[in-house]
């Protein structure tokens, strides 16, 4: 019995001792923190960590979970970088926030290490809305960008083609109302609201007139020119009660997907998770009858896209940039942008993820977005982009609300409004 | 009372004084300490310089601020207005005696129980353009005349006006109704005997006997309608055209979704003088109409 005893307790010492030497043989591993937001499908993230960590095992990523909502969110991270605080490493930015953290001295510059080359494998709007001032803060994880749906059965009926034109649109959204007859269908629906999405609708719009809110060199807004105020009076006097209910003045864009959905618009601007909810036949009564593509232009100009979506961003004042450097390296890699395309539906950023024969094969819908991904364009670049929104919501509201106003005496006070907050924003840089 | 007495009375209220302070006192205070400084959240560089009444000064030249001030005016007068009347009427009806008048009663305040968040996405719903009820109630299945209530700027006022109305017509039912339980009732039997027929007894009994109470109401909605912000960010988001952006969304606007907290809070500080006054006021009439009732 006692022999046992002893046996017991010197194979027990021979096994702490074997596990200590272990211990002291592998190097402890680093932690890194991800400060993330509350994601729709947490399944998918926590596969593409697992795959991080079974390839590097010296990492130790520990996810923090923040809130939903895009502001918030924001509210957050902002809270936490302003105050130096060490213990976030890695953390989302959404597409309009990467000159704000380059200016506050919140985000690493990532230029060293994202090299030229390599961001050359990405589409090229997430890299401008990256860059600032020639250096590049964030790197691209996926990407939306406002996209032309379509009624195919009933462009197919009356045999068109799918516009290139806003003018072709209305011309044949016209013809099919005449025939279809039915009480109320319209021709357009899209985000009208006084919101951050009139701002992505308008600069649609405007750039695909040739225009721009601000000559992002010399800084200088152009918010009167004839390119602009050409495209916003066509949306007053051509979609607004026209093409488009009264109504889309108060829309976001659930309510205008629902007018597309429930059959009562043929054509319609979303970003691209409404592909999905308008194909689901149990929630949309057009299932299987639509297209997608690109949004038609102004004869002269070339389609346009205003950009969304989301980027990995290192803390400054992080101990451990390398480490954070390699997970948004792996997070962006081709295999994880390909898990996140197949299982949570999110466009890629890297062009080779579109080659990909099992992404064509089963997101075959992705081809379609492609055109306008690769055209897709950042709104203002600007630290203080929440102020110009505002000033610019302002005016596309009372554009297009107000028949008949002084649209050129609107857009140019305008235009000094945003010049100066422009100026604001870029004379801290100096 | 002895000297020892009252020193333990007053160390007594010391934790409710301090509770004030820290919790209603010391916020009031921030914030004016704020609206004297220059902080943009996005320019940390420009640190956070004082800046005196710079902020007032281009607060009074604001024209979205002076919009935004006769907005909320306008929503201030119309809402009370309407919500004292009906409140009024809804207390004369739930003070009567009848068949199921507890259960009325309960009835009565559930639009006040309802979060303003959720009766405001109600109203929205309510008020869509395509699909809303209050479409169909008024023009039925002839969709052309059908009215984007929430998409015309004088309608998507009158909206929230509406909501506000519907909420919160049964709070000032409930105190005008606490006015009309305390007027005995041999007054009434009184005025019978002499023959005064029910206008009459209303404009001479009624009336003047819940005078307090509804100057306590009155009080209360207009300060809480001056302070207004849920029905019109769940709505409207300000718009259409800066239709509804009432000054408590428009501070909210310019500090947490621009940064400019200086600015912002120059804005809360406004229209916490506003209601501050329009308090006092009212406080002082009530006061004197109290006494007035009770000698």
Redesign the interface.
């Known amino acids: 019995m006692k022999t046992l005893k002893i046996m017991i307790i010197a194979f027990g010492i021979a096994g702490l001792l074997c596990i200590g030497v272990q211990f002291a043989w592998a190097e402890k591993p680093t932690t890194v923190v991800f400060l993330t937001w509350k994601p729709n499908q947490p399944e998918v993230w926590d596969t593409a960590i697992k795959n991080f960590h079974q390839k590097n095992p010296d990492i130790h990523i520990k996810v923090q979970v923040g809130p939903h909502s895009s ?1 918030e969110y924001h ?1 957050i991270v ?1 809270q936490r970088l ?1 105050n130096r605080d060490k213990s976030v490493d890695v953390f989302f930015m959404d597409v309009i926030w990467p000159p ?1 953290f380059a ?3 919140w985000a690493l510059d990532l230029t060293s290490r994202f090299s030229i080359k390599e961001q050359d494998k990405f589409l090229p709007g997430p890299i401008t809305a990256n860059t600032y001032h020639g250096k590049i803060y964030g790197v691209p994880c996926y990407l939306g960008a406002g996209l032309f749906y379509y009624r195919e059965d009933l462009l197919k009926k009356y045999n068109f083609k799918p516009p290139t034109l806003w003018e072709e649109m209305l011309t044949q959204g016209q013809v099919i109302m005449q025939g279809e007859n039915e ?2 269908l319209h021709i357009y629906s899209g985000q009208f ?3 951050e999405g009139l701002v992505c609708d308008m600069m649609e719009f405007i750039w695909s007139n040739g225009g721009a809110v601000i000559d992002q060199k010399t800084g200088k807004a152009i918010l009167d020119d004839p390119t602009v105020v050409d495209a916003v009076s066509f949306v007053r006097d051509r979609i607004i009660g026209k093409a488009a ?6 829309y976001e864009e659930p ?1 205008s997907l ?2 597309f959905i429930q059959g ?1 618009a043929i054509f319609h601007r979303n970003w691209p998770y409404a592909w999905a909810v308008a194909n689901d036949p149990k929630k949309s009564k057009v299932a299987g009858k639509i297209g997608v593509g690109s949004l038609p232009a102004f004869p002269g100009h070339s389609s346009a896209s205003t950009l969304g979506g989301w980027q990995f961003g290192v803390n400054h004042y992080s101990t451990h940039p390398e480490e954070a450097w390699r997970f948004i390296h792996f997070m962006t890699s081709h295999e994880t942008q390909k898990i996140l395309a197949l299982q949570a539906s999110l466009a890629p950023t890297r062009k080779s993820v579109y080659q990909d024969p099992e992404i064509q094969e089963k997101r075959a819908h992705l081809k379609a977005f492609l055109p306008a991904f690769e055209r897709a364009s950042p709104r203002p670049l600007s ?2 982009y ?2 110009i929104s ?1 000033e610019l ?2 005016f596309f ?2 554009a297009i ?2 028949r008949g106003s002084d649209l050129s005496g609107m857009a140019a006070a305008t235009s000094v409004k945003i010049e100066k907050l422009f100026k ?2 870029a004379m ?1 840089q100096e | 009372m002895t000297r020892k007495d009252q020193n333990f009375y007053l160390a007594l209220l010391v934790p409710a004084i301090a509770v004030l302070l820290l919790f209603i006192a010391a916020p009031i205070v921030h914030s004016f300490f704020l609206s004297f400084h220059r902080i ?7 640190k956070t310089p004082f800046v005196g009444l710079d902020n007032y000064r281009e607060l009074l030249n604001d024209p ?1 601020a002076r919009h935004s001030f006769w907005v909320t005016i306008i929503f201030v007068g119309t809402t009370t207005f309407f919500e004292l009347l009906i409140g009024i009427l809804l207390a004369l009806l739930i003070h009567h005696r009848f068949p199921g008048r507890g259960a009325l009663r309960a009835c009565v305040l559930i639009p006040w129980a309802i979060p303003t968040v959720v009766s405001a996405q109600m109203w929205r719903f309510l008020f ?4 809303g009820v209050i479409n169909y109630a008024i023009f039925g299945a002839n ?2 005349h059908y009215i ?1 209530w ?4 004088p309608t ?1 006022l009158l909206s929230i006006v509406v909501a506000d109305i519907w909420k919160t017509s049964s709070f000032a039912a409930l105190l005008i109704l606490a006015g009309l339980q305390v007027i005995p009732e041999e007054l009434y039997q009184a005025a019978k005997v002499d023959g005064a027929v029910v206008w009459q007894r209303f404009l001479h009994i009624t009336w003047p006997l819940i005078r307090p109470a509804l100057l306590v109401a009155l009080l209360f909605r207009t300060i809480d309608a001056f302070r207004v912000f849920d029905l019109a960010f769940v709505m ?8 509804t952006n009432v000054l408590q969304l428009y501070g909210y ?1 310019k500090m ?5 907290m200086g600015y912002g809070s120059a804005i809360s500080v406004c229209i916490f003088i506003m209601v501050m006054v329009l308090a006092i006021a009212y406080v002082r009439m009530v006061g004197r109409r109290l006494l007035e009732a009770s000698v």
Do not use: C, H
């Open positions: 502001t509210a902002a302003k704000e200016n506050a001295g009480p109320g609201k006084q919101y209910p009264r109504g889309a003045i108060n309510e629902d007018l009562k630290p203080v929440p102020m505002q919501q302002r509201s009372q609300t107000e604001l924003g801290i | 943009i959240i996005g320019l940390p560089q420009l979205v869509n353009d395509a699909y969709i052309s984007p929430l998409a015309l700027p998507a409207t988001q300000g718009g259409p055209a800066d239709a606007k947490f979704v621009e940064g400019w």
